[in-house]
Every structure is written in C-alpha cells, then in structure tokens.
C-alpha cells in the first residue's frame, strides 16, 4: 500500500461546479499535511496548509480527519484556471531527520470545462 | 531573488554516462531536497539534506549521489545513466525550523531521457 494515496482522475467538471477530492495517507503518525497545484509541465507550488480544524483560502477549503486518515479539497465556484493537477503532501514523524522526508501523493487531474 | 535554479531544463543521455543536475538556491535555506517525478508515481525523494555537509537518503537513492558544500548548492550526481532514470527531476528547498513550517520553493525542473 502506497503511504500516500490519491484517486488519479481525471476530474472533468463544467466551470462553476463544485468538486472534491480526497487523499488517504497510511502513516497515524504523520504530523502536517498539504495541498499543492501543478499546472502541466511545471513546478508544483503550495496551495494551502491543511489544519486540523479545517481552513478555506477565497474558493479552496482544505479538511483533515485524523481518525480516518484522510485529507480533502474542495473547490467552490470552479475556474477554468483552477484545470491542473493536486498533490497532496504528508510529513513524516517527530524527529530531526525524519521531518525532512516528506510524501507527495501522484496526484488528481482536474480539468475544468467551459 | 532568483529562488531556486536548475540546470540544464533538458538532457538526453547515452546509457552508461554520467552527468550532475545542478541546483541552486539563494534563500539562505538549511533543507534541499531531490525528488523525481514519473507518471503515475508522484514524487518520488532521492535525497536530501538538512544543511551544509549533511546529506541522507530517499525513498530512491539508488544510482545517485549528492553532496552539500555550501548552503546555496546542492547537486545530484548520475554515475552511469540507465533508461530507468527517464524522469523529471526537481530540486526543492525550505527554510522549515518546525514540523508545521514546510513551504517547499521548487525549482522548474530538468526533463532528462536517457537512451
């Protein structure tokens, strides 16, 4: 089982609707979690932190579940612009060394639609 | 501020030869890492480093090799290409002192084919 899991897509969805993806991680321990935005061909940027009392950035609310090991992202109102793909990203335990490895998931296409 | 730097953005090698990626970064950050990224596989960590003359290995460290000099420089080193190293390959950086502090600046990237 892959330490970081993700549903690979592709989402095709018209602008303006509503989508969401969701991310399991394997690893209880794990200690911060992320969502970043490739655009093809491109450098992954951070997108948003996840916390665990939730948080929303304008149209993106991220959510963590510890209990159920997941991660999720949802996009209100989508934009063409918003057609890439998401990556989520989980640290890995306490300690000096290992804070360094972080685990990207491959990745969910999203591809907005006029 | 240029960020992080990668060269060369494109390479195509011969099975069996050896060249560096090189990776540059002016932010004055402690941790750089090399990841790779193949379809369907995400990133994938080769190695990293949490600062100047300290390096570990990754998830796939196998037919690489860095070294950390300085804070700025950070190379990844392939000893003899196979066609199993056909990837993209990035270097990132951060400048995290707590587990919560992980903003990674990622350069844009070396498209390397090895035939």
């Known amino acids: 089982r892959k330490e970081v899991e993700q549903d690979p897509g592709p989402f095709n969805v018209p602008e303006g609707a509503t989508v969401a993806f969701n991310c399991t991680y394997s690893?209880?321990?794990?200690?911060?979690f992320f969502w970043y935005r490739q655009d093809c061909r491109k450098e992954p940027k951070l997108l948003m932190s996840?916390?665990?009392s939730g948080n929303e950035d304008g149209r993106f609310t991220a959510q963590l579940n510890r209990a159920s090991q997941y991660i999720s992202l949802l996009i209100r109102d989508s934009k063409l612009s918003d057609s890439a793909t998401y990556l989520c990203?989980?640290?890995?335990?306490?300690?000096?060394?290992?804070?360094?490895?972080?685990?990207f998931g491959s990745g969910t296409r999203l591809s907005i639609r006029p | 501020n240029a960020g992080v730097t990668q060269t060369p953005k494109f390479q195509v090698l011969k099975t069996g030869q050896s060249m560096t990626l090189q990776c540059a970064q002016d932010?004055?950050?402690?941790?750089m890492s090399w990841y790779r990224q193949d379809p369907g596989m995400g990133l994938r960590l080769i190695h990293y480093?949490?600062?100047?003359?300290?390096?570990d290995q990754g998830e796939v460290p196998n037919g690489y090799n860095v070294s950390r000099s300085t804070t700025e420089d950070f190379p990844l080193r392939l000893l003899s290409a196979a066609p199993s190293q056909t990837s993209v390959y990035f270097c990132?950086?951060?400048?995290?002192?707590?587990?919560?502090?992980?903003?990674?600046?990622f350069g844009s990237g070396t498209r390397l084919t090895v035939v």
């Open positions: 690893n209880s321990a794990s200690q911060s």
């Open positions: 932010m004055n950050h402690e941790y």
């Open positions: 990132a950086s951060r400048n995290g002192q707590t587990l919560n502090d992980y903003g990674y600046t």
């Open positions: 480093s949490v600062g100047a003359g300290i390096t």
């Open positions: 990203v989980v640290t890995g335990q306490r300690g000096y060394s290992s804070a360094s490895k972080i685990i």
């Open positions: 996840v916390y665990s």
